[in-house]
């Protein structure tokens, strides 16, 4: 699996996609995540990305003619790539969209920053996607929480492929409880069951135990 990040602050996420699950996944040739800074694209002596909104009003919005062609750049390489744009005005993003990006080839996220988008940037994408219900100060966020949520669905990116099938949102339930040593601690005890070795038993307890999701 492909990932591209289009970003004006590749420094504030190379650290995290370095580390844990995903820096493995890369050393693994599992998955590759390439970082490419939208100022490379940008507009002259001084690189400009964003000017003042047509219309007035405060801030500053991404220029078409800089966030087209970097898209554009990149896009050309799969027939499997898409293109999604991290807006709070999107569709919010939930696991079964992490199952369908998971089958793709070439997943392209596009990191806003300042007052937005120019929208004509729209049309050049497949989706507006939102990671929720609040304004972030860009989309460097989201999009690192789309890369895991996604990679981890990747065959060989976790240590053990089954791990990611009993997760939470996986069958859109809540996954059941879980324990670890020490058996009792403060007065509370691991259920019974679990330290049964039945192990019959304890799948139908922890079916369950599942709870729908709200």
């Not at 009003?57 to 799969?78: T, W, Y």
């Not at 997943?107 to 994408?125: M, P, S, T, W, Y």
């Not at 791990?163 to 996954?175: G, H, K, L, T």
Request: proline residues 7%.
């Amino acid at each position: 699996m492909k990932f591209t990040l289009l970003t004006l602050y590749p420094d504030a996420i190379k650290p995290y996609l370095n580390t844990s699950i995903i820096g493995r996944a890369q050393k693994n040739g599992v998955a590759e995540i390439r970082i490419v800074n939208l100022r490379d694209f940008g507009l002259g002596k001084h690189k400009q990305v964003d000017d003042t909104p047509y219309g007035g009003g405060p801030g500053m919005i991404l220029r078409a003619d800089v966030i087209v062609p970097a898209i554009e750049r990149f896009k050309v390489e799969s027939r499997k790539s898409k293109v999604i744009l991290l807006s709070p005005t999107g569709r919010q993003f939930d696991q079964s969209t992490a199952t369908r990006y998971s089958k793709l080839g070439h997943l392209i996220l596009v990191c806003g920053r300042f007052e937005g988008f120019d929208a004509r940037i729209n049309k050049f994408c497949d989706e507006v996607i939102s990671t929720g219900p609040y304004v972030l100060a860009g989309g460097e966020i989201p999009a690192l929480t789309i890369v895991e949520a996604v990679a981890r669905l990747t065959p060989g990116v976790l240590g053990n492929d089954l791990s990611s099938v009993d997760e939470s949102f996986a069958e859109n339930s809540i996954e059941y409880p879980q324990y670890t040593k020490p058996s009792t601690f403060d007065k509370m005890d691991v259920p019974g069951i679990l330290l049964s070795g039945h192990h019959s038993e304890i799948d139908n307890w922890r079916e369950a135990q599942k709870k729908p999701l709200p």
